[in-house]
């Protein structure tokens, strides 16, 4: 289990994002004590991201009217998590582990807290695999547009040094055409090369994120 990464938790009464005091010795040294012998073994191989709240409704958006196991995480408890993983690894197994009062731990346990936000992280990657395919669907359609006009410019090039020669003339204007058409085709040239990396990698996290292990732990 690692434990090289400063424990931050979300504010206990006004649900704001806060560091734990420095150093944080204690505070791992305490959170490995809390932590029962099978949990240890059972996450030994995964990078655990630790969220601390004192009541279960912080975790999800207020006004989401969905069924518990459906609704959306609260957007700073979203970006805490999402923030705290990206920061991990790439490739690292994840763990989650809810501290909640017992009363509200309880709570979470008979509500579904583990499937809510197993819920939550696989529509978020959903989005972003529906967001990547958009992304190649336009980037064909661009290429179905550049790559008939780079092949009509170069023919025009190529007729306008054969009419007029070589001259300066001629190679401005068959170099312009040229260049028309290459920039026609940056949109996909770029859609191809650069713009998917993103939503790949957001699409890959949130996969993480829904398929790590959900540990509630009671805190005292």
């Known amino acids: 289990m690692s434990w090289r990464n400063p424990c931050y938790f979300l504010g206990l009464t006004t649900g704001t994002l806060e560091p734990a005091p420095w150093p944080y010795a204690d505070?791992?040294?305490a959170a490995v004590q809390r932590l029962s012998v099978d949990m240890a073994s059972n996450f030994s191989d995964r990078q655990i991201i630790e969220v601390r709240v004192a009541e279960l409704a912080q975790l999800f958006n207020s006004l989401d009217p969905s069924p518990f196991t459906e609704r959306d995480l609260d957007d700073k408890a979203a970006e805490y998590i999402v923030g705290w993983a990206r920061e991990l690894p790439r490739y690292a197994k994840l763990a989650i582990a809810i501290h909640?009062?017992?009363?509200?731990a309880k709570k979470a346990e008979e509500r579904g807290l583990r499937l809510a936000l197993r819920n939550y992280f696989q529509q978020r990657a959903e989005a972003e695999q529906r967001e990547l395919n958009e992304l190649f669907r336009n980037g064909r359609r661009y290429a179905a547009i550049g790559l008939p006009i780079l092949v009509v410019c170069f023919m025009l090039s190529q007729i306008v040094r054969s009419r007029l020669g070589t001259g300066p003339l001629a190679s401005t204007i068959a170099e312009s055409?040229?260049?028309?058409?290459?920039v026609a085709n940056w949109k996909p040239i770029e859609t191809f090369l650069y713009d998917w990396w993103?939503?790949?990698r957001r699409r890959d996290l949130y996969r993480r994120l829904a398929a790590a292990e959900i540990v509630i732990e009671p805190t005292d």
Request: net charge positive.
């Open 27 to 29: 505070l791992r040294q």
């Open 100 to 104: 909640l009062p017992a009363f509200e």
């Open 177 to 182: 055409f040229l260049l028309v058409g290459w």
């Open 198 to 200: 993103p939503l790949k």
